[in-house]
Every structure is written in C-alpha cells, then in structure tokens.
C-alpha cells in the first residue's frame, strides 16, 4: 500500500516533469462574467495551468431574495476558461475549507470517462489535480457532477471553456460571456428572504426563475454589456440548465453568424438559436444603429416573468434608414420584477425558550439540511435517509450532534432500509445546531428531546467523525 503510493507519486513527478520539459507551461487567465479572457496570440500548444476554486454562498438571485449558490470561483457562471487546441490542461481543483459539499468538475471538453469527474472529486479544504488535453477546438460547458448532479447544478455550478481552433477567431470589438441557468426555491418568484432550493419543483421542472449570469438584472442599468454603432459583438452564450432549452434571441438584432451548439459548424442571418442544457452557442452581429438591445430566452413567459433578460447599451450615431423609430429606455421592464426593497441584514438570534429553539431551528433545516432530507423529513428512498420517525436518530440523539458536526460515512440501516453513503459535516455554529437539532426531534414523531447548545459544544470538543464498518468497498 505504501509502496504503491510512493511509486504513484514519483510517476507522477516524471510525468509532470516530462509534460513541463515539451511545453512551455503558462497560468491561466480565468475571468468572472460577463467577462471573457483575452484572445489568444500563441502559434504553439502550451502548458496551462488552471486553478479554480468551488465556493458555496449566499448571494441574491433578486432584489431582497437570498439563495445559497454553490459556485466555481464565486460567480454563477463559474469562471470562463479560454484554451487553444492541443493544449495541455493541468487542472486544480480546490474546494473551499467553508464548502458544506464535496464538488468536482465535468468539462465537455475532456475527451475521458466522467469528463474529468472522478478525478476531481474533492471533498471541502482539498485540492484536486488531473490533466487532459484540448483535442477539439470550440465552446463547451463545465459542470459539477457530484450526486445529486442536479442540485450541484441548479445550484449554479456551471460555466464555460473555449477551445480555440489552432489557426484562432476571427478578431472582433467586443466578446462577452452569457450563461442562462433556471432555478428552483421554495418561495415563488419575487418571494423575499432567504429562498432554500426546492427539489421538487426542480423534478417537476418548475422553475421560479430563469436567468442570464445567476440574478435578476445581472445584465441590465448599469451591468447592461456594452458596445458602440459599427462594431461587432462576439456572445460566448452556454446553458447551464439543469433543465430547461433556451431559445435565444436578441430583440432588434439578426445574428451575422452562429456557430451552432458551440461547434464548427457556421449558420448565418439567425433570429433565434436554440441552445441545449449543458450546450453553447457563439453568436455574432455587428451593430448599425444605437439603443438598447434586450437579450431573452424567447420562451417570452421567462424572459418578461422568471428574469431571463438582459441588456447591450449600444451608443453612437443614430441611422434613420436602417431604422427610422424612437428607441426608448426600460420599455421591457419584467412586468413580474422583484420588489424594490432590500431587507437590512438578517438579525442574530439566539433562542431563549424552546419554541424559539424550533423557529429558528425549522429555518436552519430549510436551509441546510431539506435539499436531502427532505421538507417533510422523509428523505430520498436509497440516497437520503429519512429523518421523520427515523430509529437510527431518536435511540441516540448525541450520536445525531456528531452526524451533523463532524460527518457520517458508511452503511447504516434506518427504519428498515439500508444508506451507504456520505453525510458532509455541516459547518454549522453550536447554536443553530442545537436549534436544528431540536426541530428535527420535535417533528414528525420523534422522541421530542431538546439539544442546547452546550451539549453541541461538548460533542465539539470530544466527538469524532463517525465511519460505520462492513462497507462493501
Ligand atoms: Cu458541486
């Protein structure tokens, strides 16, 4: 075993070694969106060293509506990769020490099994490295593809890579990077607060919104992408999904030229193009005159009602011929937008009576621990235990404090049926375990004890991650 791990590692310094001495080796450039790292100037394949980091947190997806995202490099899309055909791909995953999860990530552009996925999979404050190479030029998606693969990627873990083609693109004025994503909470569009996801709807494919780059107006006043009369505009757009098509269209634009699903093939003067969930599209136009031009999944009940619009500002001489009418501003407001208030902060509480303690305690469920377990507590039948009336939890309420902070692994039986999976320890403070906690046992018949969070802190200090034995591998 030890051997085999020593020969392991210096095969692998050979072979890094060997790869360094053929290639010149270079940092990637990763951007954020909307946008997109410079074209590339080389005439030779390189060594690209990639390093990306999954982050979990909460952020808004509209005015005064909070989601927990699960990222690549902090921005839903995730950070857009830009490589050249026959490049060599070192990629290093990194998995934030605060990230609840494990992640990993699939590129569409890896030709190998799982696109790269088990070889990242990485658990919260890992590093993982794998290497392929960039055999097919174009645009392509990357996702995680940790179970359950959905949530990750309703979540927000997408993004795009674009592989140049060995000969480059084309120059143009303006490149800029659209992802369309769709999303499931359990509050209706617009619904304030904090907005846990909703796996249900996500099943049922009823999403509350759908949007371009992760919020409502991520595109749109100030972040409307920009550009001048005459130049032309190179949109890398992806679909992130998980569910949903998207037929994109720019109102009061033609595409000059498409490249179809992110491919090599070229289709010119198109309206609309269709872009699947985990696929691409490179859409060109130039632009004769100014105003503004409102990108839409033309599916329009998303565009004006769940958020999937945004926005190019374009300036510069008027051209009464090729368009005579008035161009006026914010005419396609979202009639379904958000209320304009933001709430100031979300108050501490601490719980001073046991009803206090299954308030907040339900509240730290939804938000942490309902995308598995479930709203009603009854899991998912050979993924997620149930917790609701659960015989693995209620004979031994201290050993559920160590599930939820240090982690539960291996073959356990509940109620009857067998789970032989991970549980993740919850970063979570004293207090709102012992709220959590205390919910749980006072839900769905269980045995009604009450956790403080003194009991949690003592576990803090003496309890360990508990790995069950007789695992079948
Ligand atoms: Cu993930």
Not at 100 to 111: F, R
Not at 246 to 252: D, E, L, N, T
Request: charged share 20%; glycine share 10%; hydrophobic share 40%.
């Amino acid at each position: 075993m030890k051997l085999n791990k020593l020969v392991a590692a210096i095969g692998m310094a050979f072979a890094l070694t060997a790869q360094a001495n053929s290639l010149p080796v270079i940092d990637a450039v990763l951007t954020s969106p909307p946008m997109v790292p410079p074209p590339i100037k080389r005439d030779h394949a390189a060594k690209v060293v990639v390093k990306m980091e999954t982050v979990e947190k909460v952020m808004e997806i509209a005015d005064g509506v909070e989601y927990m995202f699960w990222t690549f490099g902090g921005s839903v899309p995730g950070q857009f990769l830009r490589v050249r055909e026959g490049d060599e791909i070192e990629f290093h995953l990194s998995n934030h020490p605060s990230s609840k999860m494990p992640h990993n990530i699939d590129l569409h552009a890896v030709n190998g099994p799982g696109g790269g996925a088990a070889a990242s999979f990485t658990a919260p404050g890992h590093t993982s490295v794998f290497n392929f190479k960039a055999l097919h030029p174009g645009l392509y998606v990357y996702h995680c593809a940790t179970a359950p693969v959905g949530m990750h990627i309703a979540n927000g873990m997408y993004g795009l890579i674009l592989v140049e083609p060995e000969e480059g693109l084309p120059e143009v004025d303006k490149e800029y990077y659209v992802m369309q994503g769709d999303f499931y909470t359990k509050g209706a569009y617009g619904e304030q607060g904090f907005q846990p996801f909703d796996m249900d709807k996500a099943i049922k494919e009823d999403a509350d919104y759908v949007l371009f780059n992760g919020s409502v107006g991520a595109l749109n006043g100030e972040k409307s992408l920009t550009a001048n009369v005459g130049e032309t505009v190179r949109l890398y757009v992806g679909n992130g999904g998980p569910n949903l098509t998207s037929s994109f269209h720019v109102i009061g634009e033609i595409f000059d030229k498409v490249n179809v699903e992110g491919g090599t093939l070229e289709n010119h003067n198109v309206q609309t193009t269709l872009i699947p969930a985990g696929g691409a599209a490179v859409a060109e136009f130039k632009l004769e005159v100014p105003g503004n031009f409102i990108m839409v999944d033309h599916s329009i009940f998303r565009a004006f009602n769940k958020g999937a619009l945004g926005m190019i500002s374009v300036d510069g001489q008027e051209d009464k011929v090729v368009y005579s009418g008035k161009v006026a501003e914010n005419v396609y407001l979202p009639e379904g937008s958000a209320v304009q208030s933001i709430p100031n902060g979300r108050p501490k509480l601490v719980a001073t009576s046991k009803d206090d303690q299954l308030l907040f305690g339900k509240r730290v469920y939804e938000a942490n621990c309902q995308a598995c377990h479930q709203a009603d507590g009854n899991g998912i039948p050979g993924a997620f235990p149930p917790l609701a009336k659960s015989d693995f939890l209620n004979e031994d309420t201290t050993r559920a404090i160590d599930v939820v902070i240090h982690g539960l692994k291996g073959p356990i039986k509940v109620n009857g049926k067998a789970f032989d999976s991970i549980m993740p320890a919850m970063s979570l403070s004293d207090e709102d375990t012992a709220n959590a906690l205390t919910y749980i046992l006072n839900s769905w018949d269980n045995n009604g004890a009450v956790i403080s969070p003194d009991d949690v802190k003592e576990r803090r200090d003496e309890g360990k991650a508990i790995i069950m034995e007789g695992s079948a591998h």
